[in-house]
Each structure stands twice: as C-alpha cells, then as structure tokens.
C-alpha cells in the first residue's frame, strides 16, 4: 500500500504528464452509438472510445487530449466539462429490478440515466416525464436525475399530444398580463370597430372558404366582372394589428409563439382566441376591421393593377371546402346552392379568376404539383381510427390562388415602398447540388442550356420545358429534391419554388407573426408614418419557431402513425417511392399516406445506387422516384416510430 508521500508523488507525476500534453477544445457529436467521435474547434474529427463517450452527452462541449492506440489510429480523451446543453429533457421511466431509470428523448442519444428513489416524484415504469440532470457523466461516466414532472400515462387519452407539447415546451396557457390586455380590448372592441375611420365595404358579399372546424378566419373574399373585360377581386385579411399593439404583453407572447401549432384535432394559437376566434377572426354577420387587398386581373389572369387599404368588411357566411367544392363541380342537392343562393354568382366570379390566374401562372411562374393530402379522423383516446386521403378540391385551389396573388401584390408594394420588410425568397438548387443536377439534364434535355441554373430563375425556365417535353425519368421531382428551404429575408429576392421575382405572405396574420409584423408595416405607409423596423434577430425566432412547430406536428402525426399500423403488419400496400439512397427506398403507403423502409442491401444480386438519377437496380429489378411498388407491412418499431417495409414478388 502507498504511504501519503508516494501517492503525492504519483499525483504531481500525472499532473506533469498532463500539463506537457497539448490540450483541446472541442464538440461532442450526436452519436446513437456505444463510441462517438468529437470536432475539435479546428475541424477535425476524432474518435472517442466508449470509455470516455460514458463521461459525455451529446452536444458536450468539452477539453480532450490526443492519444494514438496500438493500430496508430488517433483517439481522444476526456479532460475536462466545459459546458454541457444537456439540463432539461423529456423521456419515458424503465424500471429494472429495483433500480429506476428514464430512457430520455434527446437526439440519438442511446443510454438511461439513473433517477434515485427520492427522486422519482410519485413516477412509476411507463410514464412519460420531464426530467433535469443533477449529476453530470463527467467524472464517473455514471448520469443521475430527477423528475420534475409526470406527463402522463401511455393510457392516457391524448399522451401522444400532451408528451410532445410538454417535450417542446408549447405554451397552452396564457400569462396574466396577456389576458388582462384581451379583456381591455373586448371592453371597447364594438365601439372601437364602429368609429374607426376606414373603407365601408361592410355592403359587398363578403365569403369566408375554410375547413369546416376553422374558427380563426383570417381571410374573405370577393369577386366581381369588369365591363371592360376581365375582373376585380377582393382578399380581405383580418387586422389583428389595429388590437395588438408593438411591445404590448399580447405581442411579446405573439412573437414568442411565432405560429400557431396545428396537431391532429388540436390547436395551439398563436393569439388568445377570444381574439383569433372573435375580435381578429372575419366571422359571418359582424362588421370586421380588415386589410384589403384589391386586384385587377385581365382575362388572360395577369394581375394588372393592385392596391392595398384598410377598410371594415362584414362576411355573408362561413362556407366550407367540400361545400364550395361540391358546387363547382356540379354535385346536385350542394348545400351552397340551397343555403346561400345570393352568394353563387361571387362563387362563380371567383372560380373564373381562379382558372384565369393559375393559367397566367402556369405560363410565367411555377405551379405546384397536385399531391394528395391525408386526414385524421381520431377517436375518443386521440388515436387514429380513420384516415382519409384528399386531394387539392376546386375549392383548395380558389382560395389558394387569391392568396398567392394578393401575396404578390403585398410584396410589390413593401419592394416598392419600405427600405426594408419581411420576404420569403428561394434561392434555387443546393450549390453542393447544382453539378450534379446541371449533367442530369443536360443527359435528359440536351436543348436546356444548363447555366440558367446558375441563377434563381433557372428552375423556373427548367419547369417550363418539361412542360412542353415528356421525359422517362422523373426528372422534376428529382430536381425539387435537390432545392434549398425558403427563408425569410428582409430584402426582396427571387422565389425560384414558386418562380416569382419577389414573394411574401401577409394573409394570415392570426396564425403567423411575420404576417402580423407585415401589417404594421404596411398599415405605417398608407398612413405616411414612419415605418416600424423589423427588430434584430427576429428572422432567425420566425425560422426557429415555425420549424418547432412542423418539427412537433410532424412528431405527433408519425407516432399516431405507427400505433396505427400496429394491427397492419403482413398486410400488403400499393405505394409510391420518394426517396431512394444506397441502402434502399422509403415508400409512401398510397392509402394512408405514411411512409416506410424497404431494406435492399441483402438483395441478391446486390443493387448499385444511382446518385445522378436517384434510383438503384440490380439488373433484374429497378426502383426510381415516383415509381408505383406493392410491399408489405414487415415491422413498426415503436421506440423509433418507424416502419419496415419488404418488397411482394410481382
């Protein structure tokens, strides 16, 4: 046994030894597996043996040291903890004996994390839970938590939503100071709508087209035939601006939010809804404050004229797609023509602009393929029981046309006017991309000069000719998979998706900040004041909190999903591919809209994977985007809420 002297000694040796070594900084690399690897600050990556991955989380930001094992191959160890991102997180409890643990939901991250007895909060195995770390892996490579909360049961009815709200933290209640401003507007609202001085339109025909359940109605609309030829269309948009005021309780919590969260049968606002679903929302029968926008479309669907003013309007009803639809496409006994037979010639104003603009469009712009929606319908438990697959109605594309073209309008004017406002610009094909997909059409249309691609347009002018020139292979969905993601950006720029010079939305101002930031900014111009900026850093919280709300519906449809294939397994699907890599191809399930693996790499003869093209053969068999397959229901692996699909023999 060492006396106190040798042990002080072995300790100023190792600390000799370390401080001659050279030390990094560096990042922890999100890693489902056992051993990991780090990015030092200069940008290498090092392995990290599963020893020292123990003493780390994902994300860690840590001090290594560089070492060379037996084989000369670099690795790291762990020094020191720098900072650890790692506090909060969600998870679901294991129980193991007598030990309890919580298996979080955090990345990839693949281990439990003890949670000591005291510490359990009344949790038991199987619930859902919010937990904080209290002791870091750092020294002991052994994690320790606490619950902080229990979310629920897997019985519970609705878990799935409430798991997912509380995992990213979605605001349900309101704070105090926001519900004290809602109840000083609802004080004086009917008064404040009666002497604002704006445009009386309260007398045109007025028509809200949403879904049936919509409450928050953010938009009308109206249409009528110019003598001269051509049309006038109206796009009321509800004013949530004139109520909520910049730095008010309301706004700070709006900004917060950013969007409203649309999960299956359930709404998160992104306003109060005595204000989204009363005061703010176009409801049929009430004199509503609204920004209008007004447009001049020839016969051939160019918008010729626009304006933009604020006025009062009052909606003559509340109609639904499948009713509009229904009408449009001459389905005898529709309850628009029994119900509201004073409102079809607007309809049918409408519908002539709609087929007007979206020809304008398909001959100058980009028009979006007709995919099919899919739609819940959810029992009692939040479970789905049915799913129904819908494409675009008549009525989905009328409506969708008057906003694209008031859209415009809206961004014409902001480009022509502010020094500086909200727009979405695309830029096009992923530069790491744009080789790749410059030969890919070159092969596929020799006559398409390539370097249009170098530019924004160029995807519209690619459009354009496969338009008029049948291809075997599917070339644009190829292409749309290789496009950057549209951005918010405070200068006008092109729109190569929908191929538009400039775009912008303004049109939902209930349910999207930057809609609402829109109104103020251009309410501030009508009115020759001085022009509200758009704060710092504010484009990056937009982007932010949009992609948390797709990222938390997205959640919540894929684990319905999967629980709803549970019963499906060695059923066999027609489906459709969309998306192919070397090790097989993810296809969508025709019927229900939900997507699976179909694993090839122990097909034989082995399959070559196809970058250029986006397919992969074997010489026997062959399989590229937009290709029709039968496959079966293999497996649903709940823990990760995917499902593995195989091939059936044709």
């Not at 046994?1 to 030894?17: E, Y």
């Not at 744009?434 to 691609?453: G, R, S």
């Not at 022009?531 to 894929?558: C, M, Y």
């Amino acid at each position: 046994m060492l006396n106190n002297d040798a042990l002080q000694q072995l300790k100023q040796l190792k600390q000799q030894l370390k401080s001659q070594k050279e030390v990094f900084s560096a990042t922890v690399k999100d890693s489902g597996a056992k051993s990991g690897q780090v990015i030092l600050d200069d940008g290498r990556q090092i392995f990290l043996p599963q020893e020292e991955m123990q003493k780390v989380f994902p994300h860690d930001r840590i001090k290594v040291t560089l070492c060379v094992d037996s084989k000369g191959q670099d690795f790291a160890e762990v020094e020191e903890l720098i900072d650890s991102s790692l506090s909060e997180f969600t998870g679901q409890i294991i129980g193991r004996g007598k030990a309890v643990f919580v298996e979080p939901d955090v990345g990839r991250l693949s281990r439990w994390i003890f949670i000591p007895p005291h510490q359990l909060s009344g949790a038991k195995a199987g619930d859902f839970v919010r937990c904080r770390i209290t002791q870091h892996p750092i020294k002991s490579g052994k994690p320790k938590a606490e619950v902080i909360s229990i979310i629920g049961h897997p019985d519970q009815p609705y878990i799935e939503h409430n798991y997912i709200i509380d995992k990213h933290k979605l605001d349900l209640a309101w704070p105090e100071s926001v519900q004290a401003e809602v109840d000083a507007i609802e004080a004086q609202a009917q008064e404040a709508i009666a002497s604002a001085n704006r445009k009386d339109m309260t007398c045109l025909s007025w028509l809200t087209i949403d879904a049936e359940s919509t409450q928050d109605m953010d938009d009308a609309l109206y249409a009528e035939a110019l003598t001269d030829g051509g049309w006038l269309l109206r796009v009321a948009i509800a004013d949530p601006a004139f109520w909520i005021k910049p730095d008010s309780a309301l706004d700070v919590e709006a900004r917060k939010r950013s969007t409203s969260v649309y999960l299956p049968k359930q709404t998160i606002p992104m306003l109060p809804e005595s204000l989204s679903h009363n005061w703010c929302s176009l409801v049929p029968g009430e004199a509503r404050l609204a920004l209008v926008c007004e447009l001049k479309v020839s016969e051939q669907g160019e918008v010729v004229s626009s304006e933009l003013y604020q006025a009062k309007v009052r909606s003559q009803a509340k109609l639904s797609y499948d009713a509009v639809s229904d009408y449009l496409d001459g389905v005898e006994d529709n309850s628009v023509a029994t119900e509201n037979p004073e409102l079809l010639p607007v309809i049918d104003c409408l519908q002539q602009v709609q087929e007007a603009l979206n020809a304008y469009r398909e001959q100058h712009a980009v028009c979006f393929e007709n995919r099919p929606d899919y739609y819940f319908e959810l029992d009692e438990q939040g479970k789905i029981a049915a799913i129904h697959r819908q494409h675009r109605s008549t009525a989905n594309r009328l409506v969708e046309a008057c906003m694209i073209a008031a859209n415009c309008a809206a961004a014409d004017f902001l480009a022509q006017k502010a020094p500086k406002a909200i727009y979405i610009s695309h830029s096009g094909v992923r530069s790491d991309r744009l080789e790749d997909v410059k030969k890919l059409v070159a092969e596929l249309l020799p006559e398409f000069d390539t370097e249009a691609l170098n530019k924004p347009e160029g995807y519209r002018q690619l459009i354009h000719s496969l338009n008029n020139k049948s291809v075997d292979v599917p070339l644009r969905t190829i292409v749309s998979r290789q496009l950057e993601r549209s951005l918010f950006s405070l200068e006008p720029g092109f729109h190569s998706g929908m191929g538009f010079e400039r775009y912008t939305t303004f049109t939902s101002p209930i349910r999207k900040y930057n809609d609402l930031v829109l109104h103020r900014i251009i309410i501030a111009l009508l009115d020759e004041q001085p022009v509200p900026e758009v704060a710092t850093g504010l484009l990056d919280e937009l982007q932010a909190g949009q992609q948390k709300a797709r990222f938390s519906a997205n959640e919540v449809e894929q684990w319905l999903k999967c629980q709803f294939m549970e019963d499906k397994v060695e059923q066999t699907f027609t489906a459709t591919v969309v998306q192919v890599n070397p090790f097989g191809v993810l296809a969508r399930l025709d019927d229900f809209g939900i997507d699976g693996f179909v694993d090839l790499r122990r097909k034989d003869p082995k399959f070559a994977y196809d970058p250029l093209y986006q397919q992969t053969s074997n010489g026997e068999q062959q399989f590229m985007l937009d290709q029709s397959i039968e496959v079966k229901v293999s497996s649903v692996d709940m823990k990760r809420r995917n499902l593995k699909l195989t091939l059936v023999a044709s």
